[in-house]
T-cell receptor, first 109, second 114 residues
Framework: GQNIDQPTEMTATEGAIVQINCTYQ??????LFWYQQHAGEAPTFLSY??LDGLEEKGRFSSFLSRSKGYSYLLLKELQMKDSASYLC??????????WGAGTKLIIKP | TAGITQAPTSQILAAGRSMTLRCTQD?????MYWYRQDLGLGLRLIHY???????GKGEVPDGYSVSRANTDDFPLTLASAVPSQTSVYFC?????????????FGPGTRLTVL
């Protein structure tokens, strides 16, 4: 079956670095997406990886290892506004997104 | 640019009643999607449309129907609502259905079925 696993909740301190892990099993693979979702709002796109390696976008970076079925989202210099849920989604062979349940990130001052 | 709009924002519906959730995008995207989001679960695809005039079933299509008469609109209909359809419903669109096309989401409709 198809499955995405990510931690339910994480806590970090303002100004610190946090890494949110995601493992996936899909029928075929056409890329790994990360979205941010603030409470009561819609998900918004953060990053896309299809090749192995690290993609950096400002304070956010995303890593992919296709052989391990593993990705992580790295958030640096955490700000209070980064408190949100982070959704990992893998695109399968039919170009459908399979979504994880999300990781709720709590930032403490 | 509005992007994607959904209506209503929220609704309380009696079990057995029908309802249509509206979704409109102004980005001329070919692909559109309906998801439901429940606590503790990932977004689950209900139905999708790769282009105007075509629709397909997602992971949880039972009890829902869709139509795609034109590029902009993708309504979701619940023919006879049941309490298990209480959820937050998100409509999304992407330029097409291939890889590396991020999906843009509407603000959601919070539906409660009593």
């Amino acid at each position: 079956g198809q499955n995405i696993d990510q931690p339910t909740e994480m806590t970090a301190t303002e100004g610190a670095i946090v890494q949110i892990n995601c493992t996936y099993q899909t029928s075929g693979f056409n890329g790994l997406f990360w979205y941010q979702q603030h409470a009561g709002e819609a998900p918004t796109f953060l990053s896309y990886n299809v090749l192995d390696g690290l993609e950096e976008k400002g304070r956010f970076s995303s890593f992919l290892s296709r052989s391990k079925g593993y990705s992580y989202l790295l958030l640096k210099e955490l700000q209070m506004k980064d408190s949100a849920s982070y959704l990992c989604a893998a695109m399968d062979s039919n170009y459908q997104l399979i979504w994880g349940a999300g990781t709720k990130l709590i930032i403490k001052p | 640019t509005a992007g994607i709009t959904q209506a209503p924002t929220s609704q309380i519906l009696a079990a057995g009643r029908s309802m249509t959730l509206r979704c409109t995008q102004d980005m001329r995207h070919n692909a559109m999607y309906w998801y439901r989001q429940d606590l503790g679960l990932g977004l689950r695809l209900i139905h999708y449309s790769n282009t105007a005039g075509t629709t397909g079933k997602g992971e949880v299509p039972d009890g829902y129907s869709v139509s795609r008469a034109n590029t902009d609109d993708f309504p979701l209909t619940l023919a006879s609502a049941v309490p298990s359809q209480t959820s937050v419903y998100f409509c999304a669109s992407s330029a097409d259905d291939s890889s590396y096309n991020e999906q843009f989401f509407g603000p959601g409709t919070r539906l409660t079925v009593l």
